[in-house]
């Protein structure tokens, strides 16, 4: 692991992760419990107690992981909504970002894990009812893209700075 300092935040860093937005990504909720979570807080759960019972993990991995999100700042923890002494997550500006990550996963998962006519949930337009189109991935004018039409720029670690004397 690897200190790195930036505008953002200091955080330690797997040595994949130092140049690589995806690393870093996965290193905040590339675990399964973390992006399910995330994904319960878009479905609407608020609380410890919801999210265990939905995700059925251990008490201490889902409040770690609760912590870890609140910590980056992907949810935030607020007063319970009924005035009870109680803590609620509830999604952060961050957190709601990630919608497109777990729409992708939904929608690979729905065409290459389930058979036909198999059940599962649906991701639904809140007001139409109508299913929420296909993400595709475009160019800066609209075509589609493949995999095999981007590339990634590696960075390179920057050159040590020569002190002015």
């Known amino acids: 692991m690897k ?11 797997s040595s994949y992760a130092e140049h690589c937005p995806v690393g870093r990504s996965l290193d905040l909720i590339g675990d399964r419990w973390a992006l399910l979570i995330v994904r319960d807080a878009m479905d609407g759960l608020r609380r410890f107690g919801e999210f265990q019972k939905n995700l059925g993990v ?22 319970a909504s009924d005035g009870s002494a109680y803590q609620e997550y509830v999604l952060s ?31 639904v337009e809140r007001e139409s009812g109508k299913p929420v189109a296909a ?22 670690a920057a050159a040590p700075r020569k002190l002015k004397r």
């Open 93 to 123: 500006a961050k957190g709601e970002e990630l919608l497109p990550v777990v729409l992708s996963l939904r929608q690979w998962g729905e065409r290459h894990l389930f058979g036909a006519g198999e059940k599962h949930s649906r991701l």
């Open 135 to 156: 993400l595709q991935v475009q160019a800066s004018d609209g075509r589609p893209l493949a995999a095999a039409d981007v590339m990634v720029r590696k960075a390179h």
């Open 58 to 79: 251990a008490r201490n991995i889902l409040a770690d992981r609760l912590k870890k999100l609140v910590d980056a700042g992907v949810l935030d923890s607020v007063p």
């Open 3 to 13: 200190t790195v300092k930036t505008e953002v935040s200091t955080q330690e860093y």
